[in-house]
T-cell receptor, first 115, second 110 residues
Framework: ETGVTQTPRHLVMGMTNKKSLKCEQH?????MYWYKQSAKKPLELMFV???????ENNSVPSRFSPECPNSSHLFLHLHTLQPEDSALYLC??????????????FGPGTRLTVT | QQPVQSPQAVILREGEDAVINCSSS?????VHWYRQKHGEAPVFLMI?????EQKGHEKISASFNEKKQQSSLYLTASQLSYSGTYFC???????????FGTGTRLTIIP
């Protein structure tokens, strides 16, 4: 039990669909992250939110749109995706204070398939 | 820039030792180590901060050589539960942004 939940766990969508991924953390952390994990590739940081403020957009295409309404919830809105966007999308959270580096707690991920 | 991990894969018999290395071309603020089992989320193992420290976690320990910008993860007397893919994540600025290596797949056989 990691304290970070993600829904749905599996998602199949067409290239013209719009869907959203949800992440919730029950750990009281200040920072939340979206990562993409593709086969045979390292974890790629996509977005970082710190105290609900986006502090990193790692050159992610605009078809991925994050939203962080509060420190406990993080969404990733998806639209007009491409087949190469198929991957495992992981959410993480951490108790971060600027100038320090803390461990990140990951959710189980959403396995996304774009057809 | 992505850190380089070596080896890419290793197979051990239960009870044997392993070393996994993580090297960066940039000066690092910290190195994080995570383990991910198949179909599961990555799990945090430890963080090493600049200053060349060494840390331990049961039979898993790690060191950080600041001069070489290299961290090594040591697994001693390996157990079946140690199987998985080990990732290092590097932090350059002391903020929350990690760059991960490609991972080292560790397989422990009885």
């Amino acid at each position: 039990e990691t304290g970070v939940t993600q829904t749905p766990r599996h998602l199949v969508m067409g290239m013209t669909n719009k869907k959203s991924l949800k992440c919730e953390q029950h750990l009281g952390h200040n920072a939340m992250y979206w990562y993409k994990q593709s086969a045979k590739k390292p974890l790629e940081l996509m977005f970082v939110y710190n105290f609900k403020e986006q502090t990193e957009n790692n050159s992610v295409p605009s078809r991925f749109s994050p939203e962080c309404p509060n420190s406990s919830h993080l969404f990733l809105h998806l639209h007009t995706l491409q087949p190469e966007d198929s991957a495992l999308y992981l959410c993480a959270s951490s108790p971060v204070t600027r100038g320090f580096s803390y461990e990140q707690y990951f959710g189980p991920g959403t396995r996304l398939t774009v057809t | 820039q992505q850190p380089v991990q070596s080896p890419q894969a290793v197979i051990l018999r239960e009870g044997e030792d392993a070393v996994i290395n993580c090297s960066s071309s940039k000066a690092l603020y910290s190195v994080h180590w995570y383990r991910q089992k198949h179909g599961e989320a990555p799990v945090f193992l430890m963080i090493l901060l600049k200053g060349g420290e060494q840390k331990g976690h049961e039979k898993i320990s790690a060191s950080f050589n600041e001069k070489k910008q290299q961290s090594s993860l040591y697994l001693t007397a390996s157990q079946l539960s140690y199987s998985g893919t080990y990732f290092c994540g590097t932090d350059i600025f002391g903020n929350e942004k990690l760059t991960f290596g490609t991972g080292t797949r560790l397989t422990i056989i009885p």
